[in-house]
């Protein structure tokens, strides 16, 4: 996470998810380590998708802020360091992922329903793609000996895609909370976001972002294992300081 003091975002993820990244995997095929998993990002895809046209893994890269750059370069390296050491590589690219103790917008959000916060946002009609913290395990304990995830690049998600509004109103539902949502025309919002300066805010609010794990599901014979209700029982448990 960069805070606006930083002076150069980019550098500063280089050094972590580019030159770490690097560094350790170096020194694992040097180790003798055979498979090396790295946890990427659907952002080296890039930020948005049109509804029903999601993102697969042999798109063409097309990240857009310095953390998916880092990223991007972050797989161009591992990559070479395959070819050169014959260690095999994988790379998973989630999307946003949620869990019991999740933070920043998602944890914003939980709270904004538990105290049943009115929220403009009840005709959002976008698509995206979450992925449950432990379908992410799930998928990379599969990796960690399966032949065919050798090399690969993989989508991973829920398997069920949502509006800002469904995921609202189904968080709510978790909470066992009413989901006290206005429904505010986009366009208004879209135009409050701008004279705010929230433009960043709003494209993950408003846009889609979908993800198809397909291929992934096919090639390793996986499926989440988490469905996307019960990921957010789970979250709304911790939240509610339930057992």
């Known amino acids: 996470m960069m805070h606006d003091a930083t002076a150069d975002p ?6 972590v998810n580019v030159e770490g990244s690097l560094n350790l995997a170096r020194q694992a095929a040097q180790a003798g380590i055979q498979r090396f998993i790295f946890i990427s990002s659907v952002k080296v895809n890039g930020e948005q998708t049109r509804p029903g046209h999601p993102f697969r893994a ?6 857009q802020d310095p953390y998916g750059i880092s990223k991007m370069e972050a797989e161009v390296g591992l990559r070479a360091i395959a070819q050169q050491t014959g260690m095999e590589v994988v790379i998973i690219r989630p999307p946003l ?12 959000m939980v709270q904004w329903l538990q105290r049943g916060v ?8 976008n698509r995206r793609s979450l992925v ?7 998928l990379i304990i599969t990796c960690l000996d399966h032949p065919a995830a050798a090399n690969q690049t993989l989508m991973v998600s829920d398997g069920e895609d949502v509006s800002t509004t ?18 505010v025309p986009q366009r208004v919002l879209a135009l409050g976001a701008a004279l705010l300066g929230k433009q960043a805010v709003a494209q993950r609010l408003f846009s889609s972002l979908q993800v198809d794990i397909g291929p992934t599901c096919a090639l390793l014979g996986w499926k989440p294992p988490v469905s996307l209700a019960d990921g957010l029982l789970q979250v709304a448990r911790h939240a509610s300081h339930l057992p």
Do not use: C, W
Request: charged letters at 20%; zero cysteines; hydrophobic letters at 45%.
């Open 58 to 63: 042999e798109d063409t890269p097309a990240p």
């Open 10 to 15: 980019l550098q500063a993820y280089r050094r």
């Open 97 to 108: 992922v949620y869990g019991p103790g999740v933070k920043a917008n998602f944890a914003s």
């Open 166 to 183: 469904e995921l609202l109103q189904r968080m709510a539902a978790a909470l066992g909370k009413p989901a006290r949502l206005v429904p």
């Open 118 to 125: 009115p929220l403009p946002l009840g005709a959002i009609h």
């Open 132 to 138: 449950a913290l432990d379908n992410l395990v799930d």
